[in-house]
């Protein structure tokens, strides 16, 4: 379940940012009808350092992703809408933020070619700049990703892309737990 729109869709907005501050027990299944309230049981009334989100993800899919400025009443507009607001309350509290494009073979097929080009790739950059704009999260937070889907075996070249991800997700993360510990 993403941010999707409409009845019986996608998670409620107000629930993510609970889970961002630790709110939310783990095991929780959010339902976009009827948000956390403080008497559930998997509400957490004062949540720890280890409870609460270190760094938050996006994902996003650059071969999806959707002319965002095209029709400002568009249904992904709203999407973007909620990620903004998420991703704003997470700079409020301190918390560092990256988004993964994946899918970038998909997108670019230049990229499809040879993933090596990934960061030469006009398009691909054109997607992360756009992004950038639109959730302001800045270019060097995004990372292109290509997701495995058909390989059966490994690729030093996705693993790269994949590997380097990870890592500045748990450097943002480790940073962020040594900035709250003072």
């Given at each position: 379940m993403g941010l999707e729109n409409g009845i019986d869709k996608g998670v409620d907005e107000a629930d993510?940012?609970?889970?961002l501050k630790g709110h939310v027990k783990e095991g929780y299944t959010f339902n976009p009808v009827s948000p956390l309230k403080e008497e559930n049981e998997y509400y957490v009334k004062a949540p720890t350092l280890s409870d609460r989100v270190h760094?938050?993800?996006?994902?996003?899919p650059a071969n999806k992703l959707p002319m965002m400025n095209a029709n400002k009443?568009?249904?992904?507009?709203?999407?973007?809408?909620?990620?903004?607001?998420?991703r704003l309350a997470a700079s409020y509290m301190g918390i560092p933020q990256m988004v993964i494009l994946t899918k970038v073979d998909l997108a670019c097929p230049l990229v499809r070619k040879d993933l090596k080009k990934v960061y030469r790739s006009k398009y691909i950059k054109e997607k992360m700049e756009q992004c950038s704009n639109e959730l302001g999260v800045p270019v060097n937070?995004?990372?292109?990703?290509?997701?495995?889907?058909?390989?059966i075996d490994l690729d030093d070249d996705m693993d790269v892309l994949l590997l380097r991800s990870l890592k500045q997700m748990v450097d943002f993360a480790e940073s962020f737990k040594l900035s709250q510990a003072d």
């Open positions: 993510i940012i609970k889970a760094c938050l993800v996006s994902a996003i009443n568009d249904e992904n507009n709203d999407v973007f809408k909620k990620m903004r607001a998420i937070c995004i990372l292109p990703v290509k997701n495995y889907h058909e390989e």
